[in-house]
């Protein structure tokens, strides 16, 4: 036990003195307070399809230009594939042993501090646009919002008439200070690719493989009807579907460029809030951080599974975008190349904040303002995260495969992970119920081609038995959960709703 807890150790700083009744009072520091926090929390982002993670892709010019003057973040990883539980880390500070967050939907214990609290506490006016069925106002994410400030009718636009309201208080107000939360998703699969006509006319680059309209309608309706499928089981789904190699290729292709475009609609959205906030002069005494919950695997011929995220503890879902920007609190535009998790989101917005967290704050997050201000190395952090728990309702026909990997919802199938420096750690089930570790290097093989697992390796060895200690803990809580529930026939409802199950 003690070995983990070093290894999850919280950086001092001065978000760790706590004041007032709920401890969340402002604390002195040499940076003036935000007038403007936003938490702009995406959901299903594979970073290597936005700049400034991938130099090649051109259609986020907004993420791109963001990040010129923000602080990026190049190995931050999220708690789990899923969004229940990786927004519940991501609000709370906290994984899924104290959040009590397994597998979604599920509700939020009310004794949980989630961030908005310890800002309203702080004095700031909090405002919510949660429309992630999976983490709503409904599921108590949204705790510390005044209600009638706790939007659900969509997600955070420029032109939304409170978030304008919010800019004019600002700006005429020189008291008022606001924070924001959003969390949505426009880039969830299957694929909706709503602004593929505007994307293809302004990057003709990325649509020479669209074919005509027809071809076109026809494979995005092959996603709406069996994506669930072709993710979980994709050679039973080529057999089944009758597909040749030619609609392997093409969905493929088509599946990819959907996913651009979505990604381009996001950007839009993003670019659209910062500007906003721009020329309301504000920007300057603002801290905006983009992130998102999870990652995507889209097309990996290794992957266990492609287009979908919650299980297989991938690269590309649990390695995460982070930026955040706030030249008046002193975040400089730079690569943050130290590990960082979703857990540290809250505290080190806090204190960048200049915000006490209270005495009785459960989370292990790391305080990360005095590293990410260049006043302190990074410190060396293991992330590790875990896989959801199997939904009951996708153990049935046509979910062979997942079913062989996951058997039942019960916690002790849980698969773990843990990310030191470039070092990815793996704890996986096979389908003859052994287990087995692996290791690669992220920085040299983001595909996880070569494992470097080596049982002699001392090194090697004390991350594992760290990893291992973590899967022990993480199934204990996942037995011992109290986390409320949604019942069975709404949960079915929002799960299919989402495309999790058919």
Known sequence: MRLLQRALVTVAGSAAIAAGALGCKPV?????????????????????????????????PHLETFAKGATVFDKHHTESGQSGIAFASLFTGSQ????????????????????????AAAGYDTHSWLFHKMASSRLEYAQGVPVTQQYQDGPLEASSEPFVKILERLTNEPDYRAFVVTNFTVTHGPY???????????????????GNDEELEKFKQLNKDHLRLLSVDYDVAVEELELSATDERRLREINEMLYKADMYRLDKMFGAVVAAVEAAGLFEDSVIAFTSDHGEVLWRD?????????????????NVALMMSGPNVGIPAWRYTGVSRSIDVMPTLTSLAGIALPEDYEGRGANLAAPIRRHSKPPDLTAFSHSALLFAPM???????????????????????ARRGDLYFKLRRRTDDSWYHSVYDLARDPEERNDLFDAKDPAQREI????????????????TAQARGVPRAKAIEMLRSMGYID
């Open 28 to 60: 002195a520091t040499q940076y003036p307070q935000p007038r403007l926090v936003i938490l702009y929390a995406s959901c299903t982002v594979n970073r290597l399809y936005a700049a400034p993670y991938n130099t090649d892709v051109v259609y986020t």
């Open 464 to 479: 594992l038995e760290l990893l291992d200690q973590y899967k022990e803990e993480m199934t204990n809580a996942g037995y």
């Open 192 to 210: 909706q690719g709503e602004l593929l006509d505007e994307f293809c006319n302004r990057y003709p680059g990325e649509c020479t493989k669209r």
């Open 395 to 417: 153990r049935g026909r046509r979910m062979e495969h997942l079913s062989a990997l996951f058997p039942s919802p019960n916690p002790e199938y849980m698969w773990v992970s």
């Open 302 to 318: 290794n992957a266990l599974l492609r287009w979908t995220h919650g299980y297989q503890l991938a690269p590309e879902v649990i």
């Open 96 to 119: 899924a042993r104290i959040h009590g967050i397994f597998k979604h939907p599920r509700k939020l214990l009310p004794k949980l501090v989630v961030v908005p609290e310890v800002f």
